[in-house]
């Protein structure tokens, strides 16, 4: 049987392949993927579903329990290819949702290693992909109200005889891939995001590219509704002892954490690093688990344990000028632009008066 009839029946038969030439191409992120809660942030085997509702946008993610559900590592693939098919788009060329590719190129691309392993764990990888089905409400029209679909409609290794693979094929879902062709709806990302390994820490800085951008006031949430939005397992006691240590060690390339209270309220302030100063590496506690109540280890990998220094970002601020403003009207900000000018120059104020008193002491 040719290949051509083994193809009869899917899509590829119907599909212009997009053929990538290279895996050089500037990271880019879907809005929607980076803003909702659509990939399990453990490194272990998920299969509760993550059910999420915020006005009127609805999010379900639905695993199998032989393969589980797709991680916020998995979602690499997906970046990967949306930074592909942009790059493709800027340049005049035809794309589609058909892709054909060489593994070394997406392992590369995304700075994974090429060996054996790392191979087998991309074919694991596309396995969740496939296998998630996933259901919302978002960029609905007046004809539909939910759609579904998996993050990978098909996919399928081109190998020889003996077992050497010489290339991939997959096939995106149509939402996915109309996210991407409109421009609007992609951002650029830090190339670093992919040396992030904790899964905490991979979510916040999507969260803080998509609602602090570059905008010098940054973004404020309340840890509460963070830890709703991430759609994690974890209680939110360790939910947020994991911000506490992540504030503590400063980890996302080209933003600033401030931990704030108001009230009973514990808040996160996420500021462009360019308007919050330069990080101060602090290392986390070396007995502390980012994810459990006390030694056990988390779900995540060695993030919870191992200190990581100031990381430099790649990431040129007039690249991507946008602020982001139109499109965060979903989430809380407890403080409006112009008081959070006056926070600044009020706490700038408070360290000038601090150092003249101290000068007058001496």
């Known amino acids: 049987m040719s290949r051509r009839d083994l193809l ?17 191409a500037s990271p880019r992120d879907q809005r929607d993927l980076m803003e909702r809660p659509f990939f399990s942030l453990a490194k272990s085997k998920r299969v509760t579903p993550i059910l999420y509702a915020a ?3 609805r999010v379900e993610v639905h695993a199998v329990a032989e393969h589980g559900m797709a991680t916020i590592w998995d979602a690499d693939i997906l970046i990967w290819a949306a930074s592909q098919i942009v790059e493709a788009e800027t340049a005049g060329l035809k794309t589609s949702r058909f892709l054909r590719f060489t593994p070394f190129q997406l392992l590369t691309s995304i700075g994974r290693a090429t060996g054996a392993s790392d191979y087998k764990l991309l074919k694991d990888a596309l396995v969740r992909l496939q296998s998630t089905a996933v259901r919302t409400t978002i960029r609905h029209d007046v004809r539909w109200r939910r759609h579904q679909f998996s993050w990978i409609n098909e996919w399928e290794e081109c190998s020889t005889r003996d077992g050497r693979t010489e290339g991939m094929e997959m096939v995106l879902p149509d939402w996915f891939y109309r996210g991407v062709v409109d421009r609007s709806l992609v951002l650029t990302i830090d ?55 992540l504030t503590a ?8 954490l401030i931990l704030e209270r108001e009230d009973r309220r514990e808040l996160l302030r996420i500021l462009p690093a360019a308007a919050a100063g330069r990080p101060v590496d602090k290392p986390v506690d070396p007995i502390g688990r980012s994810h459990a109540p006390g030694i056990g280890r988390s ?39 112009g ?14 008066v601090r150092s003249l008193s101290k000068g007058g002491n001496r």
């Open 8 to 24: 009869a029946g899917s899509e590829r038969a119907r599909l212009d392949p997009f053929v990538i030439a290279t895996g050089d």
């Open 55 to 57: 006005g009127d946008v």
């Open 191 to 245: 190339p670093t995001y992919f040396s992030l390994t904790g899964g905490i820490e991979r979510w916040l800085y999507r969260v803080a590219r998509k609602h602090a951008g570059h905008q010098p006031t940054g973004w404020l949430f309340e840890l509460r509704h963070l830890h709703e939005k991430s759609g994690s397992l974890a209680r939110f006691s360790d939910f947020a002892l994991q911000l506490r240590r």
């Open 249 to 256: 060690r400063q980890p996302l390339p080209g933003y600033r």
């Open 299 to 337: 779900h995540a990998s060695r993030s919870g344990d191992h200190t990581h220094g100031s990381q430099l970002t790649l990431w040129n601020d007039s690249a991507n000028p946008t602020r982001n403003r139109e499109s965060n009207r979903e989430s809380n900000i407890f403080v409006a632009p």
């Open 339 to 352: 008081d959070v000018d006056k926070l600044v120059q009020d706490v700038a104020r408070s360290f000038s």
